[in-house]
């Protein structure tokens, strides 16, 4: 309102100034009022500035208040909250006696059927005390139940229920007794929950540990690691005495570490355990033909062995037969080598000189010829040959 009075005023002055120029009177310069422009201008100024303040934070403003409406109706929706008011305004006065119409039908139903599982739960535990001369009689009430029922007109339901409970009772015990207990614990069950199981570690049993014992100590040879592999074989045999190749791996290992007397002591310990394994006796006869005990080895290789006998069994039981003076042994170790080998002379070499033990002159200057057609013998058995050829010429 201030402004507008000074607005009016100005326009009066101005008019009494040019009226005052008309009629010739003293022209008096107009004075203006340079506060009252700036106060305009300074009002005009601050309506534009909350003009576009306005403009500018409103839709800010909305905003928030927006996305805290549309949260509020997630979240009743999420909740399970009722619709949307208009249309529950609408729905509302016809849903709501159905609603109650039905919520009174289903809560004299649950309590009907709560009435009647406490009923039968009661049933089978009397059942379980009852004897089975006792069952007829609860056969028969059940049956009047079903007929009484049907007399007043029940309904469906309850003539089923009462129907299930009497076929129930022809059951097994076990099964009416648990029937009940389960549908209610399973209704009373809490949800599940997510939960680490701890699963117990396999024990490995006694075959697969010396398995793995084993593969490792073979590893360790392969490395040349000869302690690791000592400690390895050492636990199968205190585990399993009897085990061959454990044992055969050992004695070989002491052997190259040049314990001598420990590979032979775990050889003769292993054949007191098992005189049939041949492969102890021949690692032994190995040892002993190193020492020169040829009577030794020929205890050893028995003839009870020698169907299971290989290559190195007669070669060791040839040579110790041999040295030990014993050709008639060696004639037949050196033959089966003859046999196996054929190509090799050293064993026709072996044999010829048995026989040349034994005063069987002209087989064994037959055998050593052999020998040299078959070449592959080194300088010193040729030599040998050579000579008893010359030697048997001249005896012939």
Do not use: C
Request: hydrophobic share 45%.
């Amino acid at each position: 309102m201030s402004v507008i009075n000074n607005m009016l005023k100005n326009i009066d002055q101005r008019q009494t100034a040019q009226r005052n120029q008309q009629s010739g009177g003293v022209a008096i310069p107009p004075v203006r009022d340079y506060h009252d422009v700036l106060f305009k201008v300074l009002s005009v100024l601050l309506a534009i500035v909350l003009i576009f303040t306005a403009y500018l934070y409103l839709p800010f403003a909305q905003a928030p208040q927006a996305s805290k409406d549309t949260a509020e109706k997630a979240y009743a929706v999420n909740n399970n909250s009722q619709p949307i008011e208009i249309a529950q305004a609408k729905i509302t006065p016809v849903i709501k006696p159905l609603k109650q119409l039905s919520e009174e039908n289903t809560g004299a139903k649950a309590a009907h059927i709560n009435a009647d599982t406490q009923k039968e739960l009661a049933q089978v535990q009397s059942n379980n005390a009852l004897p089975d001369q006792a069952k007829d009689e609860v056969i028969q009430l059940h049956a009047a139940d079903k007929a009484a029922l049907l007399s007043k007109k029940a309904s469906p339901t309850e003539v089923n229920a009462k129907v299930a409970t009497s076929t129930e009772i022809n059951a097994p015990v076990e099964a009416k007794s648990s029937a009940p207990v389960k549908s209610i614990t399973q209704a009373k069950q809490p949800p599940a929950e997510n939960k680490l199981v701890k699963t117990a570690s396999v024990k490995q049993s006694k075959a697969q540990r010396i398995a793995q014992q084993l593969k490792r100590a073979k590893q360790a040879l392969e490395f040349a690691l000869y302690d690791d592999a000592i400690n390895d074989l050492t636990a199968i045999l205190q585990t399993q005495p009897e085990h061959i190749e454990a044992r055969n791996l050992l004695a070989a290992t002491y052997f190259q570490q040049q314990d001598v007397l420990m590979a032979q002591q775990l050889l003769v310990a292993g054949i007191k355990i098992n005189p049939e394994v041949v492969q102890w006796r021949v690692m032994l006869s190995k040892i002993l033909i190193m020492q020169q005990e040829y009577e030794g080895v020929l205890k050893l290789l028995i003839a009870e062995l020698e169907p299971q006998a290989n290559l190195e069994f007669w070669v060791l039981k040839g040579t110790a037969a041999q040295n030990a003076q014993q050709h008639q042994i060696a004639l037949a170790s050196f033959t089966q080598l003859t046999q196996l080998q054929p190509q090799q002379a050293k064993w026709w070499l072996a044999l010829a000189t048995s026989k040349d033990a034994l005063g069987e002159f002209a087989d064994a200057k037959h055998l050593y010829k052999v020998a040299l057609d078959l070449g592959g013998l080194n300088a010193a058995m040729t030599q040998h040959a050579l000579q008893r050829l010359v030697a048997l010429k001249e005896a012939v």
